[in-house]
T-cell receptor, first 110, second 119 residues
Framework: DTAVSQTPKYLVTQMGNDKSIKCEQN?????MYWYKQDSKKFLKIMFS???????INETVPNRFSPKSPDKAHLNLHINSLELGDSAVYFC?????????FGPGTRLTVT | AQTVTQSQPEMSVQEAETVTLSCTYD???????LFWYKQPPSRQMILVIR??????QNATENRFSVNFQKAAKSFSLKISDSQLGDTAMYFC????????????????FGTGTRLTIIP
């Protein structure tokens, strides 16, 4: 069983489009995150949710909107995609201070 | 704000040898956690090892061990008897302790070290 899953794994789209990435965890964790890994492999937190409540919003443009319909899901919607949004996006969940990452979604904006 | 520095962008070592990856961090916090994550070409982020700052004993996980020097703010990873499957990017990460305020515990990553194990 996959602990943290993301769909899709790859996403290629044109500038200006709107797209969503879905994340689900079956670990029973209360806290979920979105991290972004840029082209230089640098990882940075974007958002965190605890029990469906937004906790961290790390100066991310308003075009990015996370949504947590329940504790097991944290989706990321991106409006008006830009070239600079091209990156790998990782979802994670955590329990007892250890984070478990999903497989990542490689987003390419052309 | 916390910073994490990995001064070795790339390293390579012969299979079966031992290799040490360095990591230093800067923080004014006293309670925190340190992690090493591995990212193989599959791009999955895999937890290698975790260290609580309040523990003096260095963490070990099979062939992986750390040298945690709290005063020096150093957290190096030693891989013994290296294997081809150890080829990956390795990220050092810091997380401060925030009590019961779950969701407010974010990882601050270093820039990574690309490790290649040579057959």
């Amino acid at each position: 069983d996959t602990a943290v899953s993301q769909t899709p794994k790859y996403l290629v789209t044109q500038m200006g489009n709107d797209k969503s990435i879905k994340c689900e965890q079956n670990l029973g964790h209360d806290t979920m995150y979105w991290y972004k890994q840029d082209s230089k492999k640098f990882l940075k937190i974007m958002f965190s949710y605890n029990n469906k409540e937004l906790i961290i919003n790390e100066t991310v443009p308003n075009r990015f909107s996370p949504k947590s319909p329940d504790k097991a899901h944290l989706n990321l919607h991106i409006n008006s995609l830009e070239l600079g949004d091209s990156a790998v996006y990782f979802c994670a969940s955590s329990q007892e201070r250890t984070k478990y990452f999903g497989p990542g979604t490689r987003l390419t904006v052309t | 704000a916390q910073t994490v520095t990995q001064s070795q962008p790339e390293m390579s070592v012969q299979e079966a040898e031992t290799v040490t990856l360095s990591c230093t961090y800067d923080t004014s916090e006293n309670n925190y956690y340190l992690f090493w994550y591995k990212q193989p070409p599959s791009r999955q982020m895999i937890l290698v090892i975790r260290q609580e700052a309040y523990k003096q004993q260095n963490a070990t996980e099979n062939r992986f061990s750390v040298n945690f020097q709290k005063a020096a703010k150093s957290f190096s990873l030693k891989i013994s008897d290296s294997q081809l499957g150890d080829t990956a990017m390795y990220f050092c990460a810091f997380m401060k302790h925030v009590g019961s305020n779950f969701g407010n515990e974010k990882l601050t990553f270093g820039t990574g070290t690309r490790l290649t194990i040579i057959p």
